[in-house]
């Protein structure tokens, strides 16, 4: 769980920072993806029923990612287009989504998240989306 | 059966590895390195975005009506009316004949660093689903 929801979405949000520095509103698009589709993918997998969980996990953590990387799109191209609709802004926030749409079918994969955990996985996508209103907007 | 195992896990990991190798050429692009030109400047304009200075968004529209946004050192380069022509893939850019160096710039060096690191994590997030994907 640990390795899909945080090992792996930190590194590359690392590498952002390290390679990307000079630019961290990428890394900020990138978080903000991240979180904002972590925590939907969390509110809608703890939805489905439990003994139909195993089956569904796939295609509605699938779903739900394409639809939050539309829904970013559809973002990025009114509430959030300044110049112009940026394409490299556009990319960096649906790979934060892809991101967690991963780690969602990755660490969920034997058990749904609920209680405490839930919580958690809601707690941590807000801070990561804060974190990518802080970098894309400093 | 394995496609109804693996379509969810295939179309994001896909997904994302569409995604970076958008990054690459959205990158690459600003610099015209990769693109081939043939045509005059009509204008230029600069939009500023959320840090002036910063990431600003340099725009090139062109006679043949394209409108390609390139990296600072191209914009101040390629003056209004001057005819810009190149080969895709030649880093040397020639304005009214003369020609000019073209470097990559720092948002493109880094996602070549970045991207591929990107790809690494998906394959081994695809391969952690490896057969516990759910049915």
């Known amino acids: ?138 | 059966m394995l496609f109804a195992k693996w379509w969810p896990v295939a179309v994001v990991a896909t997904t994302g590895v569409g995604l970076a190798a958008g990054n690459l050429w959205f990158t690459a692009a600003r610099s015209t390195i990769p693109l081939a030109l043939d045509a005059d400047v009509v204008k230029r304009e600069v939009r500023a975005e959320k840090h002036p200075g910063v990431d600003d968004v340099h725009l090139l529209h062109f006679t043949d009506g394209t409108l390609r946004q390139v990296d600072q050192p191209v914009y101040a380069v390629a003056s209004h009316g001057a005819r810009l022509q190149k080969t895709a893939g030649s880093r040397r850019l020639h304005i009214d004949g003369n020609g000019q160096d073209l470097i990559w710039s720092r948002d493109f060096v880094g996602m070549t660093r970045a991207m591929p690191l990107a790809i690494v994590l998906l394959a081994i997030l695809t391969w952690k689903t490896n057969d516990r994907v759910p049915r």
């Open chain 1, 1 to 138: 769980m640990i390795f899909g929801l945080a090992a792996a979405p930190l590194v590359l949000a690392a590498a952002y920072y390290v390679f990307l520095g000079h630019r961290d509103d990428y890394l900020g698009h990138y978080l903000a993806g991240f979180g904002a589709t972590l925590g939907t993918l969390a509110l809608a997998v703890s939805a489905l029923p439990t003994a139909r969980f195993a089956r569904l996990l796939g295609p509605v953590a699938a779903s739900v990612t394409m639809i939050c990387i539309a829904l970013g799109a559809i973002c990025e191209s009114t509430l959030y287009r300044i110049a112009k609709f940026d394409e490299v802004d556009f990319c960096n926030q649906s790979l934060g989504a892809v991101m967690a749409g991963m780690g969602a079918m990755t660490a969920w994969k034997h058990q749904m998240p609920r209680d405490a955990w839930l919580w958690c996985t809601l707690a941590w996508s807000a801070l990561m989306v804060a974190g990518g209103y802080y970098f894309a907007f400093r």
